[in-house]
């Protein structure tokens, strides 16, 4: 009974570091997907001055002003939807789908819509990553 106690505890105390690192390494993955998904063209800074900007047109979003361009609030799930590859009927976006090499691990997300919805986990990190770009 007692090395189960012992077991048990120790388990918790396992779980609780693993939950404890999740939003630094979420955060690491985040920031890695845009800097090899988006920074090319958006630039670091998200500012659309990548190295691979130069001679497209449209010329790449400034993505740091999103919120600013919806009365403030970040659209979220139209943000998603957009890295995701879904353009609302626009066939001549030049952005790249970027929805398959973003499956994975799913996690409930309500992106504003008042409905939780499985997503994949790198998707919602790197829509957060762009929303706290937003100046």
Do not use: W
């Amino acid at each position: 009974m007692k090395q189960a106690i012992v077991a048990g505890t120790a388990a918790l105390a396992m779980a609780a570091v693993i939950a404890a690192c999740a939003p630094d390494q979420q955060m690491t993955t985040a920031r890695s997907d845009y800097m090899n998904l988006c920074a090319g063209c958006h630039g670091t800074t998200g500012k659309g001055n990548g190295p691979a900007a130069a001679g497209q047109n449209p010329r790449p979003a400034d993505i740091t002003t999103i919120a600013a361009r919806h009365d403030g609030e970040f659209p979220r799930l139209q943000v998603m939807s957009h890295i995701y590859g879904y353009t609302m009927g626009r066939s001549e976006s030049p952005m790249p789908q970027f929805g398959d090499l973003l499956e994975g691990r799913t996690v409930m997300y309500d992106a504003g819509d008042g409905r939780e919805t499985p997503t994949p986990q790198r998707l919602v990190a790197l829509m957060e990553y762009v929303e706290r770009m937003q100046e």
